[in-house]
């Protein structure tokens, strides 16, 4: 190929690169931003590196591959949570929003390049083989991990129902990595699950925010209130929760606030400062609340927790949450690729930033899940500020001071059957409901 035809071969490549950039200008801020002089210098440079490439690598590439990496490449310049989605990564983001998809059950990141599982997703084949926060894939299949994107492991870790994949996983307190050996399954995450406690106390669970999570979690709440006695509290459990659609975060927390903010947030660009505003309820749930989080609460599950305590319609219970604040927004491109990228950060009612810091519990007590560490041991949970170019919280927040709880954690004096496993948290929420009936039957009495 001579030089002329290559470089007309070039030109439609660089042109649909110059109008990639435009577009991402144009979705995101309504306008097309002018393109300075230095930017057209730095292309010039991406140009000479692609000509490059083309012409001297060893064997023929295609145009394609070369453009998707360099995005991939600038995408994996920024914060941890910005990436570019080829088409079928993009197609398998819109399938883990309706809450069904084919594989093992793990939320994954990257920390310094190492594929880490920020949690198990709860009644998953990776939930029952003991997998926890923290661990670290070292091989799929026998196939190292260093430096294999995101995308890629998901791909991997994906498959048909009843196929196996093997995860060798390294944890602190291991001399040496472990395989664990799984069956896929069809993950059908369950967003809500709920049912009565004891002296007339509701529990629902909320695993991740989908679709229909706000649909579910009214039906849960009416079923709790339906009873022939109403309800003395309820316990709502977000922990190992890490988010998902943001709309249904708000809803749901909308449920129990009348008026005011729920949850704003602030960005570079005039159209990424938004307030998310309550509603007045047509029914009033005037009980009291206890909201359980962890390490593993992230995004959504912060939102949640954030609005309600700022509120003060909720005790939270438990420990600092993952603190990952920040928005991303996904723009489909022409080809059925996306591009991932954080966009604004989140902040409370009260206008605590989320990012990098989490949510403070009013009450600290330690986690021990049931088949998260089955010998017992404090899991040391994957947090926001331990990734790789994480976006830096605000400075001068200082955090809320914890309490810790009087009396004996997880006594199980009173306690039915559903709550005999060693559940400390949940075991403190109950405690806290019972005081607070206790308290408010007293004082109307006095009164």
């Not at 129902?161 to 472990?178: D, W």
């Amino acid at each position: 190929m001579n030089n002329r035809s290559f470089k007309e071969k070039l030109f439609w490549p660089l042109l649909i690169t110059l109008a990639l950039i435009m577009l991402l200008n144009l979705n995101i801020t309504g306008k097309v931003a002018a393109v300075t002089g230095d930017t057209y210098e730095k292309l010039k440079i991406f140009s000479d590196a692609l000509t490059i490439v083309q012409k001297n690598y060893v064997d023929e590439v295609k145009v394609d591959d070369l453009i998707y990496g360099a995005i991939k490449g600038m995408l994996e310049t920024l914060d941890p949570h910005s990436g570019f989605l080829p088409p079928d990564a993009y197609k398998e983001l819109q399938v883990e929003t309706k809450g069904t998809f084919g594989g093992v059950g793990i939320e994954i990141t990257l920390k310094d390049g190492i594929l880490t599982i920020v949690s198990p997703i709860e009644d998953t084949p990776a939930y029952k083989a003991g997998i926890i926060s923290g661990d670290q894939i070292v091989k799929i299949d026998g196939k190292f991990t260093k430096n294999m994107t995101l995308t890629d492991a998901i791909k991997n870790m994906r498959g048909a129902e009843g196929t196996k994949v093997t995860l060798t996983i390294m944890r602190e307190g291991l001399s040496e990595p472990k395989n664990f050996t799984l069956t896929r399954a069809i993950i059908q995450i369950k967003s809500i699950k709920y049912k009565k406690l004891q002296d007339d106390l509701g529990y629902i669970r909320i695993a991740q925010f989908q679709e229909k999570s706000d649909r579910d979690f009214e039906t849960a709440l009416h079923q709790l209130e339906s009873g022939e006695k109403p309800l003395k509290g309820l316990v709502i459990d977000l922990r190992n929760n890490p988010g998902g659609l943001l709309d249904q975060a708000i809803k749901i927390s909308d449920f129990f606030i009348d008026e005011g903010v729920i949850v704003y947030t602030e960005g570079r660009v005039e159209s990424q400062k938004i307030k998310f505003f309550a509603h007045k309820n047509e029914k009033i749930h005037d009980y009291p609340m206890v909201i359980l989080v962890n390490g593993g609460s992230a995004s959504g599950s912060e939102i949640v927790a954030g609005a309600l305590q700022d509120h003060g319609k909720a005790v939270l219970v438990g420990t600092q949450t993952f603190g990952k604040g920040s928005v991303q927004t996904i723009i489909p491109l022409d080809d059925g690729s996306g591009i991932r990228i954080t966009t604004a950060k989140y902040y409370t009612p009260n206008g605590r930033s989320i990012q990098a810091k989490g949510i403070t519990p009013d009450i600290t007590v330690e986690d021990r899940l049931p088949g998260t560490d089955k010998e017992g041991k404090k899991i040391q949970f994957l947090k926001e500020s331990d990734l790789e170019r994480h976006l830096p919280g605000e400075e001068g927040e200082e955090p809320v001071e914890q309490v810790k709880p009087k009396g004996k954690l997880g006594e199980k004096k009173e306690v039915e059957d559903e709550t005999k496993k060693e559940d400390p948290p949940l075991d403190e929420a109950i405690r806290l409901l019972k005081s607070w009936s206790i308290f408010k039957g007293t004082l109307s009495k006095k009164l």
